[in-house]
T-cell receptor, first 113, second 112 residues
């Protein structure tokens, strides 16, 4: 069964800290991987998309890496700010006929001023 | 502005009622999806459509129905056969299957 796991489920850090969110997937034959941000009661905002042939993607203070062989992806957030507080979701495409994403349960991040 | 809109933002359903959730996109995307989000669980796929007039069941389609008569629109009906419909419903679209997905703001459905 294809599963996506995110650890930790919740994380609290002081403002300014660099942090890493983890995502692991059971089947390494992925097509691509997306990281999302979700604020309470809101929809998902796409942060980064990594194709299976790529090792990392960067957008501003965010950097996502992908290691297919070990079934892992990390989202690095530099110089965290209170506005970064949200739930971060990792989702994997396996390139199947459905084309849907397999989601982890998310990491709830709180950045304290 | 290009994007995905969902309406209503909040919806209340009485027992035995069917309700329809709207999803519209102006991104010219071929593929559209409906996901359900419950507390403590990952998003789960209800239905998806890769092209107009075609749609397929996802992992939890029982008690739901959809239509795709126009490229821009993919409404979801929650029928009385859905035993536990209280959840947050999210619509998404992508240029084509397996491409980057973009999400709407969601509809929160509550059964009274």
């Amino acid at each position: 069964k294809q599963e996506v796991t995110q650890i930790p489920a919740a994380l609290s850090v002081p403002e300014g800290e660099n942090l890493v969110l983890n995502c692991s997937f059971t089947d390494s034959a992925i097509y691509n991987l997306q990281w999302f941000r979700q604020d309470p009661g809101k929809g998902l905002t796409s942060l980064l998309l990594i194709q299976s042939s790529q090792r990392e993607q960067t957008s501003g203070r965010l950097n996502a890496s992908l290691d297919k062989s070990s079934g892992r992806s990390t989202l690095y957030i530099a110089a965290s700010q209170p506005g970064d507080s949200a739930t971060y979701l990792c989702a994997v495409h396996y390139g199947g006929s459905q084309g849907n994403l397999i989601f982890g349960k998310g990491t709830k991040l709180s950045v304290k001023p | 502005d290009g994007g995905i809109t969902q309406s209503p933002k909040y919806l209340f359903r009485k027992e035995g009622q069917n309700v329809t959730l709207s999803c519209e996109q102006n991104l010219n995307h071929d593929a559209m999806y409906w996901y359900r989000q419950d507390p403590g669980q990952g998003l789960r796929l209800i239905y998806y459509s890769q092209i107009v007039n075609d749609f397929q069941k996802g992992d939890i389609a029982e008690g739901y129905s959809v239509s795709r008569e126009k490229k821009e629109s993919f409404p979801l009906t929650v029928t009385s056969a859905q035993k536990n419909p209280t959840a947050f419903y999210l619509c998404a679209s992508s240029i084509a299957r397996n491409n980057e997905q973009f999400f709407g703001p969601g509809t929160r459905l509550t059964v009274l």
